[in-house]
DNA sequence: CAAGCTACTAAACAATGCAAAGTAGCTGAT
DNA sequence: ATCAGCTACTTTGCATTGTTTAGTAGCTTG
């Protein structure tokens, strides 16, 4: 099957709202979103999430020894990206209240 | 804002299950969607998706005029495209629970 | 030293929504 | 008869974003 096109947009939300539980970095990001229910989000996928979400000023990047492997790259939002956070939530809740309306009729998402 | 990428794939979804409500055609269809919510959605928009799952087989076209303006395009849905629309729901419904509980957490969406 | 995990990067690609412009039939007012 | 305005569909070119694939590199363990 094909989840891409459904995925757009919301992954980046999705992203930026780990990010706002607390500082943390690429690969426990994929943890997370796969442990809430998301299927096989590869690193090609997610790090250009982060790349964009940083030009953005989104979130702010440091870098810090890891205790198993190479340099990590922790992330943490930023103001702006709180801000658009919140814009985010509206919007998406309010598509797919409109997509729920027509996909379920009356039952409740 | 860009709720673009937000209705990939969404959007494809719900003009199927428009259709499936009853044959129907490009203008009403523009109609049913705004009427559920969603903003403004472009005939450029939409008739691609139309051509699109025409061609999949998933609807079917038929011709026939209007008594207000030019010849309609009349679509029904085909039984693949309600097997589809079936396997679409549950991907859907997967990916908007996955993202509910990133983004509201607690509350129940 | 090799295997395997961690961790990030980069390039080429495909799918889809969108804006803009165009074609055309029909109706009603001027 | 003409023009505006609504209905109805088409086409082109574009921007965004997730995916695939491959690559670099540190660290640990056998």
Redesign the pocket.
Known sequence: M????L??????GCVLAVIDKGET????IIGELEKSGFDE?????L??????LDKSGLIACRRAK?P??????YYSITPQGRSFLAEFKKRYRRITESAAAILFEEEIL
Chains 1, 2 share one sequence.
């Open positions: 094909d989840n891409a096109q995925l757009k947009g919301v992954l980046e970095y690429g690969y426990e989000i590869g690193e090609g996928t790090y250009p999430v982060l790349t964009r890891s198993l492997g190479p340099v990590r790259k």
